[in-house]
Structure formats: structure tokens, C-alpha cells
């Protein structure tokens, strides 16, 4: 049995908080309007085609995989404004060109950065594990070099190629339809405010040293303020999802338990036993280790799957005669491949 710190551990974690500020400013986000400002703004670059819609929620998603460092900030940014952009071309509740949008806002911004080192939670677990384990730091040049080529661009234009194969769809707006939109509003401008200075400070954590999830929750928390009120009491009762935080919270304590019980140890312990590892089959080392890497995020959740495996990645590469360098790399692959919407809290998030 696992103690109640550890059951309860989602709670206390830095995510769960970060998505509570992310909700409130999803709310303020659409209350005010400045949603549907951005999306007006986004319509104009997108080429005005449900196809440039989609591209461009992809581009913008990805670009900011390399300016902000959590994939819930981002999630939580793109989320309201990808829904204004939808209703903006006329795209209805349970429509295909709906669905294909916000799709490509929250897979565009979560599976392409994971190519980017500082962009995504299981990146900077494999990072810190390694350097403490093995001495083995990742240099964000050599590790985008590495990846982005595959993980990043390639996987970002097959996620284009696929939301428009599965959910083709055309606006129902035509480009005339189209009004000036009136000046910002007094509210509008100082949400604008709050995102901006949230936006520098998450750009500039690595110099101030102040989490993600506390300037998030911040922000969350001044746009509740009475003197602001960009988020009154009624919609904060109405729409925000109370559901979602106790259900992320209960995935990141069961993700702790499986580590506490020692479950997820056995599990990983097990599957190197069976492993085909061997040293003259560098092919057969490299797709044994992905699917190692990949089902363990299936039993554990993607940002623990590093915290598992890393402690086995010297044995993994004296069985396969491979550096521990590639190892580590390898798993990579492995934890960019999302299955099951559980195994990531942005997906999570978004769902919502």
C-alpha cells in the first residue's frame, strides 16, 4: 500500500495548478472576446481555406513549442482561440471542420515538440535523469538536429495531411462575410496585459527561475481579481471544469503509485528480459526499445515513462552494444507516440 502523499500526489503537482490558471484564462479568453480578435487576425494570414486553417493552427503550434516551455501553457493559449477561428468560418458544435481544427491546435503544438528540448514535460525528465544518472546532457542544438527533421517537420506535415483526410470539411463563411471588428474593449486590453506579461514570463524562465505552473496560476488568479473581474464569479461557477483538474490529479498519483509499488520498476525489469537485445542487430535493438519505451507510457503516462526506463538504459545498451547516448535518444521516439488521451495532461486539457 502506498502512503497518502504519494496517492495523493496529483495534487501537489505543478501541472494540475497550471491547468486550473489555464482554465481561467481560457475563460477570460472567451468572455472578453479577444479570442475571437486573434482568430479574426489568424483567418487573415490562413489564406482563408479550411486546408491554410489547418496548416496554420499546425505552424503556429509547433513555433511555439520553441518559445514557450510546457505543452499545457501552450494547450492553453491555442485552445480558445483555434474554438473562435472554427466559429469565425461558420464551423458548428460536432462539425468535421470544427474537430480537424482544434485537433490541429492541440496536436500541433504537443506531437511535433517533442523534436525541441525544452518544449515538452518527458524531454526534460529524460534530460535531468540522464545527467544524473550518466553523465549524458543533451545539447539543445544536437538533440533538434537529431529529431526535428522526423519527430518535428515530417511528423507536423503528416498531421496536416491527416486531419484533412479524416475530417474534410469547407467554411461555411465566405471571405465577404467578413466585418471590421470594433476597437478593443476596455477588457480586451487589459486581458491582452495579462497574456503578454504570462507569455514573457514563461519566455524568460530560464533567467528568472519561476515555474511555469505559478505564473500561470497566477495569471489565472489576477484575471479573478473584483477589481479586474475578466472572470466573475458566475462563469467561474458555470465554466470552469472541476472534473478535469480531480481527473488529472488522479492520473499523475496513479502514474506515482505505479513508481512507489515498484510496479512500473517490474514492468520495465520485465520487458528487458524479453527483449530481443542483441549486439550484431542494430534494427531489431532499435524497434525493441521504441515498443519498450512506448508501452511503458501506456502503463505509466508519457512523463514518467523516462523516470522508468533511464535507470535501465546501461543495461539496455551493454545488452545491444549501443552507446547509452543513443539509448537515451531512442527513447524519445518511443514517448512521442500518444494512444490512449490519458498518457499526456495537454490532451487531457484539451478534451475539455
Known sequence: MSPGHVVFSGFTSSVVWLVFGG???????R???????????L?????????GMITGMVVVGTALGFLIPAAVS????????ASALAARFGFREGSKGRTGILMAAVFGTFLPTFAVLPANAPNLVLAGAAETLYGFTPIYGQYLWLHF??????????LIGLILHLFPDRPAIAPSDENRRPPMSVDEKRLAIILTITIGMWLTDFWHHISPAWIGLSAGVVC??????????RE???EVNFGTLFFLAGIIGLSAVLRDSGIGDHLAKFM???LPLAPDSPILNYISITAATFLTGIATTLPAVPAVLTPLAGEMAQAAAMPVGAVLMIQVIGFSLLLFPYQAPPVVLAIQ
Open 23 to 29: 482554465m481561467l484564462l481560457g475563460v477570460a479568453i
Open 31 to 41: 468572455r472578453t472576446g479577444l479570442g475571437e480578435r486573434i482568430a479574426s487576425r
Open 43 to 51: 483567418a487573415l494570414k490562413s489564406g482563408r481555406t479550411y486546408g
Open 224 to 233: 479573478l481579481l473584483p477589481v479586474f473581474r475578466l472572470v466573475p464569479a
Open 236 to 238: 467561474f461557477r458555470e
Open 149 to 158: 527533421p522526423v519527430l518535428g517537420l515530417l511528423k507536423a506535415m503528416i
Open 74 to 81: 501552450r494547450v492553453i493559449l491555442l485552445m480558445p482561440i
Open 272 to 274: 528487458l528480459s524479453v
